[in-house]
């Protein structure tokens, strides 16, 4: 059974930096892709970054060169470091496995395989 367990949001000031953490556990975590998503009021969940098993990484365009996914593969852990935040950028933070990304699929075109955790939120207000 794959737990997820976020951390790390909470109230910063359009501008700010906060860090997210996603430790997993029940799973092999070395051999899968993981996602960040985020779910804004009133709007479905999205993909916002991902990283491959090897460490590749991609972002969607509203997040590019702000945010920046890692992992820490000896943790079990994905992280989310959020820089020069904005309150659009306000939601609830998830990670999860997106599915799988054939040639001419696009992984942000995926459905997440797992169960999704409790979440953390980020509240980006002056």
């Known amino acids: 059974q794959v737990q997820l367990v976020e951390s790390g949001g909470g109230l910063v000031q359009p501008g700010g930096s906060l860090r997210l953490s996603c430790a997993a556990s029940?799973?092999?975590?070395?051999?899968?892709?993981m996602g960040w998503y985020r779910q804004a009021p009133g709007k479905q969940r999205e993909l916002v970054a991902h990283i491959t098993a090897t460490g590749s990484v991609t972002y969607a365009d509203s997040v590019k060169g702000r945010f920046t996914i890692s992992r820490d593969n000896a943790k079990k852990t994905v992280y989310l470091q959020m820089n020069s935040l904005k309150p659009e950028d306000t939601a609830v933070y998830y990670c999860?496995?997106?599915?799988?990304?054939?040639?001419?699929?696009?992984?942000?075109?995926?459905?997440?395989?797992?169960?999704w955790g409790q979440g953390t939120q980020v509240t980006v207000s002056a």
């Open positions: 999860n496995r997106p599915g799988p990304d054939p040639p001419g699929v696009s992984v942000f075109d995926t459905r997440p395989l797992w169960s």
């Open positions: 029940g799973v092999i975590f070395t051999i899968y892709g």
